[in-house]
């Protein structure tokens, strides 16, 4: 049977850097990564669709004896249809508004600013965020050294200028502050843990042991 656990989290909440370190346990397939701009970007094997705005049904993988490991945007109710064994782990927001304005911040410092320089990582980041990188609009627009927040520029048809950018800026803030956020408790199949507690140190080491106990447990 095909198993997968699928992190679930709110943008800006770390789900790609907890996702990896589970997927380093022996009973999980390895999540490619890389580290840029001091955020976790990894290629999951859905190709970031689990990251999108909307839930489109995804082939799934061969069936293996160890567990997929894959970041998700979504909750858990809303991937229950997959015909996959699941454990879902689950980011749950901060609650305090200290927290929050540093889950945004993350978010502006590590994904907002971040620059590309290689067409290659334009064409792919705008294919993960659900556009087409063939859009006569991006021809002569997508060339090294633009922002993520230009690139949101694009995605609205607007010429990447400071004034929309900032613009685009204000729209995602207001998003982030109106989300719907992730609070769950732990269940038979569902484990979840506070924002404020994977800032704890050694927080990755000791989740991953009770990540490793819930397996063998229930293997």
């Known amino acids: 049977m095909i198993k997968i656990i699928f992190v679930c989290y709110n943008h800006g909440a770390g789900g790609e850097t907890l996702a990896q ?17 001091g955020r976790t970007i990894t290629n999951d094997h859905f190709n970031s669709a689990f990251r999108r705005t909307i839930l489109e049904q995804q082939p799934l993988p061969a069936p293996s004896h160890k567990w997929y490991v894959v970041p998700s945007h979504f909750k858990p109710e809303l991937l229950e249809s997959i015909d996959a064994r699941k454990l879902y782990v689950v980011i749950n927001d901060p609650v305090t508004d200290e927290h929050d304005a540093l889950m945004h911040q993350n978010i502006f410092a590590k994904v907002w600013t971040r620059k590309f320089y290689d067409v290659l990582e334009i064409t792919g980041q705008i294919e993960a965020d659900g556009h087409d990188p063939k859009d006569p609009f991006f021809a002569d627009k997508i060339k090294g050294g633009i922002s993520y927040g230009e690139l ?25 502050h109106s989300r719907e956020k992730f609070m769950y408790t732990n269940s038979t199949d569902l484990i979840a843990v506070d924002y404020a507690n994977t800032l704890e140190p050694n927080f990755y080491q000791q989740f991953t042991k009770k990540i490793q106990d819930h397996l063998t447990k229930h293997s």
């Open 21 to 37: 370190h589970i997927s380093l346990l022996e009973e999980c397939i390895v999540l490619p990564y890389k580290q840029l701009n």
């Open 152 to 176: 949101r520029c694009l995605y609205e048809k607007q010429m990447p200028t400071k004034e929309n950018v900032d613009a685009q800026l204000k729209i995602r803030t207001d998003k982030h």
